[in-house]
């Protein structure tokens, strides 16, 4: 019969003992959270995208529904706003920032979101350059300062003027 000297079976226990306490403060911890998040206001949060002026920078995001949205800045006057939505059929809309639009529908005007885009819930402003697009319950509104813009989402694509 083997036998553990005293002093490492203290040792151990305690251990043991410290894990245990830690892994109560972080469920608590957790708990905690998770009940601070749910009473916390509602409202718009605006996720601003910064970059250094001569590097060219693209954003994608999910907004509800499934609706995928990329915004795209070289320069204050070369930037775009794009969203795509592939159910029930393919379509997507793209706006540059002289307020013009491209739009296609059909098998083609397609694209995908690159891995690990995030989806935003309803409420979620992003702004670049000159764009602002919001997530709202349906999908996407984006505009530029001058009201111009469209909102889409899996059934609808409208232009605003």
Same mark, same amino acid.
């Given at each position: 019969?083997?036998?553990?000297?005293?002093?490492?079976?203290?040792?151990?226990?305690?251990?043991?003992?410290?894990?245990?306490?830690?892994?109560?403060?972080?469920?608590?911890?957790?708990?905690?959270?998770?009940?601070?998040?749910?009473?916390?206001? %509602?409202?718009?949060?605006?996720?601003?995208?910064?970059?250094?002026?001569? *590097?060219? =920078?693209?954003?994608?995001?999910? &907004? !509800?529904?499934?609706?995928?949205?990329?915004?795209?800045?070289?320069?204050?006057?070369?930037?775009?706003?794009?969203?795509? %939505?592939?159910?029930?059929?393919?379509?997507?809309?793209?706006?540059?920032? *002289?307020? =013009?639009?491209?739009?296609?529908? &059909? !098998?083609?005007?397609?694209?995908?979101?690159?891995?690990?885009?995030?989806?935003?819930?309803?409420?979620i402003r992003v702004v670049e350059g000159p764009f602002t697009c919001t997530t709202v319950s349906d999908?996407?509104?984006?505009?530029?300062?001058?009201?111009? &813009?469209?909102?889409?989402?899996?059934?609808?694509?409208?232009?605003?003027?």
């Amino acid at each position: 019969m083997t036998t553990t000297p005293p002093g490492l079976r203290k040792q151990g226990n305690m251990v043991v003992r410290g894990a245990l306490a830690i892994m109560i403060i972080l469920l608590i911890a957790q708990a905690l959270g998770h009940r601070a998040a749910s009473t916390a206001p %509602t409202g718009t949060m605006t996720l601003g995208l910064l970059h250094e002026p001569s *590097k060219s =920078v693209i954003y994608e995001f999910y &907004g !509800p529904h499934g609706t995928s949205c990329e915004m795209g800045y070289v320069s204050a006057t070369n930037a775009y706003a794009y969203c795509v %939505t592939i159910s029930p059929k393919t379509e997507y809309i793209q706006m540059n920032t *002289k307020g =013009v639009y491209k739009t296609c529908v &059909g !098998p083609n005007c397609g694209s995908n979101a690159g891995l690990n885009t995030p989806t935003l819930s309803a409420g979620i402003r992003v702004v670049e350059g000159p764009f602002t697009c919001t997530t709202v319950s349906d999908g996407v509104q984006c505009r530029l300062a001058s009201g111009r &813009g469209f909102s889409i989402n899996a059934t609808t694509i409208t232009k605003l003027t």
